[in-house]
């Protein structure tokens, strides 16, 4: 009896000793890069390939560069300042004053609330291999996070092979895409929905929504897989189902911006019109503040898009001066209007016109020339001011901060004229070498009317998945909630009636 117990423990303890040796020795998936770099189709990378290591077992592992590491860090933090304090802030001087807390309650509270669902799960379904639509669950719970084999941290792909930054920093930096991407929906329904329903809603949304448009639009195998030409068709189609049209979306033209944009107005229809809206003045209670979120939106689009390179590099340069020069032509396009249309320029407008040059530079940061970016910062001007007037007007919806006149309109004219200007007869980088020799594309053969219809596909089909999702998730959380405070609470204010709290003592 003791020689088989004997047996048996020892039969335990190897095979539970192997498991672990096998789980230990088992390189990490390290999940894709965020945005593609100038001419690359709107990619992300995921870890340096498996296959790749394998062909080459004497070739030491990548080590992150310091300034990469740094520089991404940095970048993390600067699109923090956007959310909170900038877009609150933008938010809540927008509103009426009995509902600017609240306002800035759902901005920060929607932020963590996704900013933990990210690490849960979300990181994983949009950043690990698995199917076209969604990722996998191998990064559940951030497990996997630790290599044990190297015993370090895992790394992350860039956009050029051999190079790698922690993983965890990748992860952090795309937490922050996906939390104010949820925080731009609240503007479309402000002073008026509950505050529970707006957090149920969110779950329902960026589980849906951003995590498997993130997955579609970003989610590639990595520069290191393509080691060979024979591997190029499978690595392919591992990819997200936009990333394999070719659509470029440097930092989230389609992911953040028109994907929120489309859930703001689905929620502003549903949610309904605000008591008294076309009848009573519903005027901002301090363009103050407006223009301070503002500054701090433009100062923290800088980690955003010129981060969305993943290196501290020429494309992270680019990204860097088409956000500050687009913005800059996109101010100057609205004021303009406004005075041919109205006889005067506002700082409404002033700080409208930048958000939208913004939004309109995300996807053709590091995509277009210096040029391109002019146009389509001053295109989005005019473009976005017709959307906040003519356009809403149109659509009969309270979108309270006009989420989809800045960030559907800006979004979608961007996206499109990315395709334009990324072309080199138009002064963009075009199709990279690292694309032409992973056989994506062939750099002579770059057309400008197939790249715009690539690029409006891309648009339709996030329009299209992000309408659906919203509608379904409003109308379950309506079903079950209520979306809406009742007429009493609306009229007192959400600061008040929700919070039990106000943003002014007087």
């Known amino acids: 009896m003791k020689k088989i117990l004997l047996s048996?423990?020892?039969?335990?303890?190897?095979?539970?000793g192997g498991a672990v040796m096998a789980q230990t020795a088992a390189p990490a998936?390290?999940?894709?890069?965020?945005?593609?770099?100038?001419?690359?189709?709107?990619?992300?990378?995921?870890?340096?390939?498996?296959?790749?290591?394998?062909?080459?077992l004497a070739t030491a592992a990548p080590v992150p560069n310091k300034g990469d590491t740094a520089w991404m860090m940095v970048s993390t933090m600067l699109v923090i300042l956007m959310t909170v304090p900038g877009l609150a802030l933008f938010y809540g001087g927008l509103?009426?004053?009995?509902?600017?807390?609240?306002?800035?309650?759902?901005?920060?509270?929607?932020?963590?609330?996704?900013?933990?669902?990210?690490?849960?799960?979300?990181?994983?379904?949009?950043f690990t291999e698995g199917g076209r639509f969604f990722g996998g669950f191998d990064r559940l719970f951030m497990k996997g996070i630790w290599d044990n084999a190297a015993g370090t941290f895992a790394n992350a792909a860039t956009f050029s092979k051999g190079v790698v930054i922690p993983e965890i920093v990748f992860a952090a930096f795309q937490a922050t895409f996906a939390g104010i991407t949820g925080c731009l929906i609240v503007g479309a329904f402000a002073e008026r929905m509950k505050f529970s329903a707006v957090i149920a809603f969110m779950v329902l949304w960026f589980t849906?929504?951003?995590?498997?448009?993130?997955?579609?639009?970003?989610?590639?195998?990595?520069?290191?897989?393509?080691?060979?030409?024979?591997?190029?068709?499978?690595?392919?189609?591992?990819?997200g189902y936009i990333w394999q049209t070719g659509a470029l979306d440097f930092a989230g033209g389609t992911v953040v911006h028109i994907n929120a944009a489309v859930a703001g107005l689905v929620g502003a229809f549903m949610v309904g019109k605000r008591i008294g809206y076309g009848k009573e003045a519903m005027a901002p209670h301090s363009l103050t503040l407006t223009m301070v979120g503002a500054s701090l939106l433009w100062v923290g689009w800088f980690g955003f898009n010129a981060g969305s390179a993943l290196e501290a590099n020429g494309f992270a340069a680019l990204a860097f001066i088409n956000t500050l020069g687009a913005t800059a032509a996109?101010?100057?396009?609205?004021?303009?209007?406004?005075?041919?249309?109205?006889?005067?320029?506002?700082m409404l407008g002033a700080a409208s016109g930048a958000v939208a040059g913004l939004v309109a530079i995300t996807p053709a940061a590091g995509n277009v020339g210096i040029g391109g970016a002019l146009v389509i910062g001053a295109v989005a001007g005019f473009a976005c001011m017709w959307g906040v007037s003519a356009l809403k007007k149109m659509l009969g919806a309270d979108d309270s901060l006009d989420v989809f006149?800045?960030?559907?309109?800006?979004?979608?004219?961007?996206?499109?004229?990315?395709?334009?200007?990324?072309?080199?007869?138009?002064?963009?980088?075009?199709?990279v070498a690292d694309w032409v020799t992973a056989g994506m594309?062939?750099?002579?053969?770059?057309?400008?009317?197939?790249?715009?219809?690539?690029?409006?596909?891309?648009?339709?089909?996030?329009?299209?998945?992000?309408?659906?999702?919203?509608?379904?998730?409003?109308?379950?959380?309506?079903?079950?909630?209520?979306?809406?405070?009742?007429?009493?609470?609306?009229?007192?204010?959400?600061?008040?009636?929700?919070?039990?709290?106000?943003?002014?003592?007087?």
């Open 29 to 56: 998936p390290a999940p894709a890069a965020s945005e593609a770099k100038a001419a690359e189709p709107a990619a992300t990378a995921s870890a340096a390939a498996p296959a790749a290591a394998a062909t080459n």
């Open 95 to 126: 509103v009426r004053s009995k509902n600017m807390l609240s306002v800035l309650m759902q901005v920060m509270v929607t932020f963590s609330l996704i900013v933990v669902l990210w690490f849960l799960y979300g990181y994983s379904l949009a």
């Open 330 to 346: 996109a101010v100057l396009a609205w004021c303009v209007g406004e005075a041919l249309m109205r006889g005067k320029a506002s």
């Open 8 to 16: 048996l423990t020892l039969g335990l303890s190897l095979f539970f």
């Open 441 to 506: 594309v062939t750099a002579a053969d770059y057309s400008i009317a197939a790249q715009v219809w690539v690029q409006f596909k891309a648009v339709l089909v996030t329009i299209v998945w992000s309408g659906v999702v919203s509608f379904i998730a409003f109308k379950l959380v309506d079903m079950t909630i209520g979306l809406r405070v009742s007429e009493e609470d609306e009229r007192e204010g959400l600061d008040i009636s929700a919070h039990g709290e106000t943003a002014y003592n007087r």
């Open 208 to 239: 849906f929504s951003y995590a498997p448009i993130a997955h579609m639009v970003w989610f590639w195998m990595g520069p290191d897989a393509y080691a060979t030409k024979d591997v190029v068709d499978a690595m392919n189609a591992k990819a």
């Open 405 to 431: 006149g800045v960030h559907g309109v800006g979004g979608i004219v961007g996206a499109l004229l990315t395709g334009v200007f990324n072309s080199p007869a138009l002064g963009g980088p075009g199709y």
